[in-house]
């Protein structure tokens, strides 16, 4: 299984991006998936998840900016980020939770992509 993120870059303040992830193997299905991220000297936090039902959550930081969508026939999700802030770079890691195949039922990691806000 492996989670290949795309869509970081290099933002003015106020600007948006989307950042995409999409979950390749042989998946039977994945119960969750959502983004990190982890500044320079900080720990990783949530940014936003998604259940496969849809239900979703998010840090406080980031609510009314940030929308994250999935497509559960496709296993991959994509995070709308919007009124950017210098606050918001990091890098971002995309997550899945309860990957479940036809004998694993694990959690894992995607590659980071960096996210970089100028004010």
């Known amino acids: 299984v492996q989670l290949q993120a795309s869509g970081g870059g290099l933002v003015q303040a106020g600007g948006s991006l989307r950042l995409s992830c999409a979950a390749s193997?042989?998946?039977?299905?994945?119960?969750?998936m959502g983004w990190y991220r982890q500044a320079p000297g900080k720990q990783r936090e949530l940014v936003a998840r998604i259940t496969s039902g849809g239900s979703s959550n998010y840090a406080d930081s980031v609510k009314g900016r940030f929308t994250i969508s999935r497509d559960n026939a496709k296993e991959n999700i994509d995070l709308e980020m919007n009124s950017l802030k210098p606050e918001d770079t990091a890098v971002y890691y995309c997550r899945a939770e309860g990957v479940r195949t036809i004998d694993t039922l694990m959690n894992y990691w995607g590659k980071g992509t960096q996210v970089t806000v100028s004010s």
């Open positions: 193997g042989a998946i039977l299905s994945i119960n969750v």
